[in-house]
């Protein structure tokens, strides 16, 4: 009811047209009528659950250990988290072949104190890779090199981390080449087999542990988004028929409302091809950025939270999508509003982005009420391979 009457002041205060107030009124009440209907205590987490999908957030050990209310918050709010940033390998490195492993152990403990799952993100990922990697001229000592990464992660966090996404954003067909991979570091430095040679490793190492091939765009009309789409299956086609053991596909789910067109018949014969072949499917890095919505904050957040709610009313149909991450639980912290993004995402406005279920004030918005409403609609399946610390969960309830 508040958030109702603050949403008229504002459409009232801004000076528009009468029918596009009575038009925004009318979704207002609309999407008011909504929230009271998924007026709800229960966390995301539960109302997941419920379904057979496993719900978390991205977060890192600096936040967990600095902002104990954001903290309480996604141990409210998730049954899983994964470190944005903390188990990335060029991240973690702090001299030639020296690493930090205290921020991903810290996130891992924070989980295990909880009983929260944890994804782990990523083993090798082009965007980040040390540079004494990127220096090494021979074949052998790259080879040798992410063997023993990949071999090193997997059994530091066994039975801490219940899936990787071992090779991170590895098809690029805009690059040019017939397979649709992305011509960088580690196909240069291996060849195209660097991706059976990684998934077998972190098979071998880590023989519990889901493994994922995650991307972005394969949600998309535009960039490129059926190139992505046909470059994905054949590639999973080709690994499964050399015996490459990959078991789930990782959608990032950037959304991009007002920018790029999504579409609901091509993702969802994307998700069917994927599961029939026995994969299964992670929305791993859902946000939506907001440069192309209007300034209002209520209008801009019930755009966002119809993008969430067009995206998961499709994604969650498909029995196989067994997780949802979001890259993020609160606007305080979200890559959108940082300069790791590329600039063309950013409002030109310098008003905060709105990509996430909670306001910087830790208060629920739109998105919260899409991604509840999103998995009480959803159809019940079995769920993901129960990582220990959730299925201990599960079983006490
Ligand atoms: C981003 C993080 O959110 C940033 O904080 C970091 O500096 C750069 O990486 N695809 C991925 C994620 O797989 O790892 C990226 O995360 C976002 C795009």
New binding site residues.
Partial sequence: MIGEIVVRKRLGASGITRRAMLAGGLATLVAARALRAAETDAPLKDLARDRGILYGSATSAREIATDADFAALIVRECAAIVP??DMKWGEMTVGDRQFDFTPGDRDVAFAAAHRLAVRG??LI?YRNTPDWFLALSDRQSAEDAMVQHITEMCRRYEGGVFCWDVV??AINPADGRPDGLRKAVFLEKLGPNYLDLAYHTARAAAPDAILVL?D?DQIDDNRGGDARRAATLALLERMKKAGTPVDAVGI?AHLDPGGAPFSAAKLRQFLKAVAAMGLDIHIT?LDATDENLPASIAQRDQMLADAYRQFLDVALDEAAVKVVMT?GLSDRYS?VN?D?ISPGFRRKDDLPSRPLPFDRALQRKPIWYALAQSFQHAPVRTPTKAPPAVAAENAAK
């Fill in positions: 944005e940033s993100h990523n990922w991170n954003e995650n972005y990032e890095e890259w890559w940082s790791q």
